[in-house]
């Protein structure tokens, strides 16, 4: 990956996260438990936080496992989600653990952002 690129996907990533904590949502909408946490649009969307997180800290031997659980809410004409992902540290023996990721976007489009990704 190129200097630039991974340059600018870690201050996309530090601007979304200061973004977040310094602009309180005004609306509300209800969150929906996933019931299918296999559900293709929910692994896709597990895999990005992942792929987005190891990028933009340099942890690039970070993989995606599965998915716990999650929530979505209708945001922005697109969605929230709020999952709980197992990622594993790297090749064998791998260590396990649980993150919880904060996810906007708007399937079918280019438009994704990573609005955290925290141990938990
Ligand atoms: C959950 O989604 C997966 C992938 O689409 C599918 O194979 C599985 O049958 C679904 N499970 C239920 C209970 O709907
Ligand atoms: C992740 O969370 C699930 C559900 O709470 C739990 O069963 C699993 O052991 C956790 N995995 C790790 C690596 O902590």
């Given amino acids: 990956m190129s200097q630039l690129i991974r340059a600018l996907l870690i201050a996309t990533f530090f601007a979304i996260a200061h973004a977040q904590t310094s602009t309180p949502t005004p609306v509300d909408p209800a969150w929906t438990t996933v019931t299918n946490t296999s559900d293709l649009a929910i692994q896709q969307v597990a895999q990005f936080a992942v792929r987005i997180y190891a990028l933009s800290t340099g942890k690039l031997k970070l993989g995606f496992v599965g998915v716990v659980s999650g929530q979505t809410q209708p945001f ?23 993150y919880s990721a904060a996810v906007w976007g708007i399937l079918g489009t280019m438009s994704w952002k990573l609005w955290s990704f925290t141990p938990v």
């Fill in 76 to 98: 922005n004409a697109g969605y929230n989600y709020q999952l709980v992902i197992t990622v594993s540290d790297g090749p064998a023996p791998r260590n396990y653990r649980n």
